[in-house]
Each structure stands twice: as C-alpha cells, then as structure tokens.
DNA sequence: CGATAACCGAGACGGTACGTCCCGTCTTCTC
DNA sequence: GAGAAGACGGGACGTACCGTCTCGGTTATCG
C-alpha cells in the first residue's frame, strides 16, 4: 500500500505538478483512503518528496577522475542537464518553494537529498584541499553553495537561462577567480 | 483603498507569514471587499509581494568605492543581513516559494524586485572590468548567481547557516578563486 | 437557492429515508455548497425536518361537526391513514428518531409540528369540555398524549399494529372508560 | 470478554449517551478488539441495548392487589419516575430513537423488552376483565397505548412535562372515560 | 445643484480540498 | 486457535478559501 501511494503520488507529481498534486487526488489515483495517507506522511510535502525520490532517485554518482575541474564540470553540466532536460527541475522547484511553508517537507528535504549531496561534493572537493591543488583556507561548504546554489538560484528566480555554458562558467570562474592577473 | 490594502497585507505578510496569508483574510483586515482586490492584484501572491514592497521597500543602494572586493563584501554583508536579521528572509522566502506555483508572482517578483537588482550588481562590475579589474572573458550575470545566489540557497535551504563571515567567504573565494597558486 | 435546497432534501428523503440522507448528498442534488446548507440549518435533522414539511405541509384539519366522539375519530382515523398509507409514517418516525441525539431538530419539530397539532386538538378538546360534554377536570392535554402519543406509540415501537380499528378503540376507550358499567 | 464489552458498552452509554456510543470506544474502552464485537453483536444499537439492559435490567415487577386502578397508578408512577429520576429516560429515548434506522435494534428491543412488558401489563388486564372489573369488548393491547404509550410519547416529543400527577391522570381518564356522566 | 454613473463594502454562492472520525472488513501476531 | 491490535478502503463530517457574482449605499462627475 505504501508502494502503491508512492507510485501514485510520483505519477501525479510528474504529470501534473505541485499545483494539482492533492492528498485526495493521490488517494483516489492509489486506491487508498486518506486516513492512510495521513498516517504515514506528515504533510503533502513530505508525500510529494517521498514519491518523487522513491521512483526516480537521482543517482548522479560523483566522478573523480583526479582532475578536478573536469569532474566539478561533468557533475554540474549533468545536474543542469537534470534540471532543464527532464521534468525534474520543475518538480524540484516545486517542492522547494512547498517547502518554504512546509516545515516537515523541508526537514525531509534536507535529511533526505540535499545534506548528502552536498557532503558528496565537500568529500570530492577534500581530496583536492588534501593533495594541495586548492587552498587551505576555503570553506568547502562555501564552494558548494557557489557551485550548486548558483544552479539553484537560477531554478527558482529564472531570470537568466539555466545552461551548459553557465555550468561551465561557474566552475571557470571560482576555480581561477574573476581578477584580472597581474 | 490600495494603500489600506497594501498595509494590510503587508502587516498580515510579517505578523503571520505566507501560510496565513489569505485573500479573504487582508480584505478582513483592510476592510475591503474580495472583489475589489482581485480587480487590481492577479494572485495572492502578487498582493503579497506588492504589499511587502510598498512597505519595506529594502533600498541597499549599491556602493561605488573603487575598490570592487570591498564594495561587494559590504553589498553581501548588508543583504545577509536583510535576511537574517529581519523578518524579511523568511518572508522573500516563502514569496519565492510561493512563485514556483504562481506564475504571476515569479514575473512580478523579477520585473520589480530580481532582475533590477540583478541590473545594479551588474553595472558595478562591468565597471571593474571595463577598468582592467576583472577579466574580460568573465559573465558577468553568473558572478551574481555565485553571490547572491549562494545566499539564496542557504535562505531556501538551509543546511548551513547564513553568516557575515559566509557572505565574506563567497566574495573572497570567488575573486582570488580556489586553486592553490603556483 | 434555499428552495432548491429543500426540494432535493424532501425528494432524497422520501426516496431513501434519514439512512441515507446526508448533507453532501443534498448539496451534490441540489447543486448546492455544502457552505450554504451549513449556514441556514444548524444540523442535518433540521434540514430533513424543513425539507419534509415544506413540501408535504400535512394538513389535515381539525373537523368540528358538534359531536366530538365522531371528530375524534375521523381526525385519527385519517392521521393512522396518514402514518400507513404513505410514507409519511416512515419519515416521521426517522425524523423523530433522529430528534432524540439531535437538540436542533427536537426543537424545531416541537415549534413547528408538534406544539400546534396539541393545540388544535385541545382547543377542540376545550369546545366540548365549555359545553358540558366532558367532565371538567380533566386536563386536556393528557387527553392528547392517549389519542395521538397512543398512535406515535405503535409507529415508533411497532409491536402492534396501527390500524383503523385502533383508532377507533383510542376513542371508545377513553371516552365511554374501561371499566363495565354497574 | 462478552461481560467486559457489555460492561463498557453500558459505561459509555450511560456517561455520554448515543451521541458519542461508537464501537471503536467501546472496543477500546473494553479493551477488546472491533472484530469480536462484531462477532457478537449486528450492529451497535443492539450492543447499546444489550449493554443497558445487562447493568441496569430494570425489574418493575407487575404488583397484583385486586385493585387494578390502584396497581396501575402504582406502576406507572414508578415508571415515570424510573424514566424522569434516572438517566434512564435519556439512554430509552436514545435507543428508540436509534432503533428507527437499525433495524437489528429495533427487533432486539421488541423481543427484549417492549413486547414482555406489554404482555406482562396486559396479563393483568385480563385478570380485570376476567372477573368482570373491565368491559370484555375492551383491545386490551390498546390500553397498553393509552397507557404507557403515552408515557413514551411524553418521553420522545416533550412538548409537555413527564410527572407523577400524569399518570395518574392516565390512569383515572382511561377508567372512567372522559364524559360527563348523565 | 441635482441626476447619474462608477465604485466599493458586504457577503452569498458553487466549488475543491482540507484533516478527522467512524464504519465494517481484513490480516497479523501473541498468549 | 481465539482474540488484541490495528491497518485498510470507504464515506461523511464540518471548515477554510478560492474566484465569481450580485446587491445597495456612497461618492464624485457631469449636465
């Protein structure tokens, strides 16, 4: 039963969006009463994520290759790819944005996809800072939101084209710094 | 009428946040009827964002020091600042969150609020690299979605804190860039 | 709209019986919110009680001929008729079963139906009671509860059956008494 | 276990009455499962009623005297004030009133209480009629309705007060008939 | 200056979804 | 192997807002 409300809430979730995406409709589409559905998930939030995550479950491996700007490249132009190429961007933004007013949601959210990727690329970028090709000094959590939360930004507040170039760029720019060298 | 209208919504928007934030409930407030706000806003969240902008109306003008690192550290400290010091972080966000299944929203939000801001930070750069500062290989719209939007990203999710020393981190990082020097 | 309402409230009613009558299905036939139902009757009862007598408003008159054995009679006579020849009976009966765990109803049914109909027979009760026919100190409206709440006796805990003949016994026996002349 | 649901089913009905007898109160406050109340009642006015009647089993034994007026004024009294003076009237009420839609209780009630009772009452008549005290054209089940009838009448539709000073004007208008003798 | 139009408050209305309660059936696991 | 525990589909409950729609009464403009 639990499957078969996941599958629902996941089909309905892609077909439809947030917008449409109800407790009652995903209750009729699995054939489940809502009782049941409010036993197991605290929120329609948390539902939707555990819907989307258990059927799709975006295994984005993290490379390393040893270079790591080639690797920091191919993970973030496959993570736009992600974004823009599939319907997972607009899913994702829309349970962000639920989110926001959501507080199991985000919980789960941060439990659940974005605390271990970012501790994914943090352990990818700590064996570069160990073998002395980035500095000491950088915060590595930083990186993340420079790299990743850039991506994001432009998700949720589209005012600029989510593209390759700009996945390439924002590795580009923060691995050699904007300043003109002297 | 507008004016009462605004206001009520604006204090309805801070004293209860986004999940409170129901026509019916400012047109109580303002003593307005329904109709009247639906004939001039297209979306709650449309009257939510026009409400907290006549409001606050955060102006954070943007310096013009001569010395670019300077200029964007104070710009990103005073807008950490905004987000975290005031009720304003939680309501930009639940704004954005409420944009990403409001279309009319998202537009308003970056016609009158993202995309000029968007524009300063722009300006202020170009005038660095027109002066030699930066490079002149760099876009410079992905310079602000690695500042910014890294702050963004900590305030819609947030997995690591939203700090002063973050906001000097993201400047520092990204100017001198991450790679150990030769 | 409040016709609309009543209509469909006295066709399920008449149709089903208070088993099946539920405030969504009279919004669903009435075309109707569920809102405007619950903001004009305070409890289900209440509704199927206005329904009810809106559009079957029994009126069966009070018949005063001179002779009140024979008024009597016919006025019961019809009531039994009404209470087994249609489904009337079957209603009242819910109605009144419903009233007993539903304060709104009972009190509606007391002031709109059954405080009348007592008055009516005791005023007739009274004519007869001014010209010397029945003994003077008998409170009439114990009279009422041994015609009427006799038959409401029989409808509600139908060990027995309800028939002409026993409304003819009704009045016999009490009027002439039980007990053998000496 | 039957003791302990039929105990708790008479706890609960008595404490808050029909309004809030639910089996799944009862199951938990028993301390037994749904499925064997279930298997041992057909529906939960039966178990209200099996519940009352077990605890309570009100015996209002029929008193003989040889004066029959005197033995009925005797009984009804007591029955008035088993119906006013206890928290019995409510729960009687509230199983008939049930009874009008669960048809299960509605047989139950009649086997197991109403029709004894009747008889018992009309045993006693016959003894009247037998030695001649009664008119032998006298239905004696119609006296059971003009008698207790109209107490259950009083009980169900108050529009007037259940009293002592009732019955024994049920009593004394049934014996001597309401006429003013010539 | 008085008629006439626009506007707006008030709120009713059909809907949709909410989250809860209980029904009657069923399975599971324990004693 | 009976029974407690409780999950389950179903369906109704009463509530909250949605967005649309009349109503009147008040302004404000124009004849």
């Given amino acids: 039963m639990r499957a078969g409300i996941l599958d629902a809430a996941a089909r309905l979730l892609l077909a439809e969006g947030m917008g449409s995406f109800t407790?009652?409709?995903?209750?009729?589409?699995?054939?489940?009463?809502?009782?049941?559905?409010?036993?197991?998930?605290?929120?329609?939030?948390?539902?939707?994520?555990?819907g989307y995550f258990t059927?799709?479950?975006a295994t984005l491996a993290f490379p390393d290759t040893g270079d790591l700007e080639a690797d920091?490249?191919?993970?973030?132009?496959?993570?736009?790819?992600?974004?823009?190429?599939?319907?997972?961007?607009r899913v994702i933004a829309e349970l962000i944005g639920q989110a926001q007013?959501?507080?199991?949601?985000?919980?789960?959210?941060?439990?659940?996809?974005?605390?271990?990727?970012?501790?994914?690329?943090?352990?990818?970028?700590?064996?570069?800072?160990d073998?002395?090709?980035?500095?000491?000094d950088?915060?590595?959590?930083?990186v993340v939101d420079q790299l990743?939360?850039?991506?994001?930004?432009?998700?949720?507040?589209?005012?600029q084209p989510l593209t390759e170039q700009f996945a390439r760029d924002l590795v580009h720019n923060l691995m050699h710094g904007l300043l003109t060298p002297p």
């Avoid at 605390?115 to 970028?125: D, F, G, Q, W, Y």
């Avoid at 950088?138 to 930083?142: A, G, W």
């Avoid at 990743?148 to 005012?159: E, M, S, T, V």
């Fill in 148 to 159: 990743w939360g850039a991506c994001y930004h432009r998700l949720l507040l589209p005012d």
């Fill in 23 to 50: 407790i009652e409709r995903v209750a009729e589409l699995a054939g489940a009463s809502k009782m049941t559905i409010y036993k197991w998930w605290p929120s329609k939030g948390a539902l939707a994520l555990d």
């Fill in 138 to 142: 950088v915060d590595l959590q930083v």
């Fill in 72 to 89: 920091l490249t191919a993970q973030l132009v496959a993570f736009v790819g992600l974004l823009t190429g599939t319907s997972a961007g």
């Fill in 101 to 129: 007013t959501d507080p199991e949601l985000a919980a789960a959210y941060r439990h659940r996809y974005s605390s271990p990727r970012r501790e994914l690329a943090v352990e990818r970028l700590r064996r570069s800072q």
């Fill in 55 to 57: 059927t799709v479950e």
């Fill in 131 to 136: 073998s002395g090709q980035l500095r000491h």
